[in-house]
T-cell receptor, first 115, second 113 residues
Framework: AQSVTQLGSHVSVSEGALVLLRCNYSSSVPPYLFWYVQYPNQGLQLLLKYTTGATLVKGINGFEAEFKKSETSFHLTKPSAHMSDAAEYFCAVSVYGGATNKLIFGTGTLLAVQP | EAQVTQNPRYLITVTGKKLTVTCSQNMNHEYMSWYRQDPGLGLRQIYYSMNVEVTDKGDVPEGYKVSRKEKRNFPLILESPSPNQTSLYFC????????????FGQGTRLTVV
């Protein structure tokens, strides 16, 4: 069964510091992986996605993620945190086929950015 | 503007009183889903629909119903809400399965007392 694990439910960084949010996946087939961001009182917004091809994926707001098959990881990074990056981040894997179509989400990582 | 619209945004109700949360999308998407978000559990799929009149259970369907009579609308129905259905609910739609982006509504925070 496919699953996603996010390490660290809370991460705190200083403004200007590197952001690293960890995501590991489990999948028996080549996965489609996503990072979504949830700002307070809002729905989820797509940051970036990995389908096939280039393993380094660039997203919005300066975020990027690298798909590493050997480590079954899809960690999210940003070189320099901004106050506006404070939000909750979810890693997800797409599960589809037959009568199934869903995203399986990790438990989320709440990012705090300190001035 | 492409969007998924849920109503209401906030709802407090009593145990057993039937309620409906509406969801509408303006992107002509075939696929729509309902998720619930609970602390420490992430989002879990309740029901989904692959087209008009085609719906199927997700991972946590107990206590919920859905219908898809029109392509744009996908209401979530709680026939007899219970306190364990207190949660944050999201409707989502996508053009296709697999590697396509899901668009999410703003969420409905439901409290059942």
């Amino acid at each position: 069964a496919q699953s996603v694990t996010q390490l660290g439910s809370h991460v705190s960084v200083s403004e200007g510091a590197l952001v690293l949010l960890r995501c590991n996946y489990s999948s028996s087939v080549p996965p489609y992986l996503f990072w979504y961001v949830q700002y307070p009182n809002q729905g989820l917004q797509l940051l970036l996605k990995y389908t096939t091809g280039a393993t380094l994926v660039k997203g919005i707001n300066g975020f990027e993620a690298e798909f590493k098959k050997s480590e079954t990881s899809f960690h999210l990074t940003k070189p320099s945190a901004h106050m506006s990056d404070a939000a909750e981040y979810f890693c997800a894997v797409s599960v589809y086929g037959g009568a199934t179509n869903k995203l399986i989400f990790g438990t989320g990582t709440l990012l705090a950015v300190q001035p | 503007e492409a969007q998924v619209t849920q109503n209401p945004r906030y709802l407090i109700t009593v145990t057993g009183k039937k309620l409906t949360v509406t969801c509408s999308q303006n992107m002509n998407h075939e696929y729509m889903s309902w998720y619930r978000q609970d602390p420490g559990l992430g989002l879990r799929q309740i029901y989904y629909s692959m087209n008009v009149e085609v719906t199927d259970k997700g991972d946590v369907p107990e206590g919920y119903k859905v219908s898809r009579k029109e392509k744009r609308n996908f209401p979530l129905i709680l026939e007899s809400p219970s306190p364990n259905q207190t949660s944050l609910y999201f409707c989502a739609s996508s053009r296709d399965r697999g590697n396509t982006e899901a668009f999410f509504g703003q969420g409905t925070r439901l409290t059942v007392v």
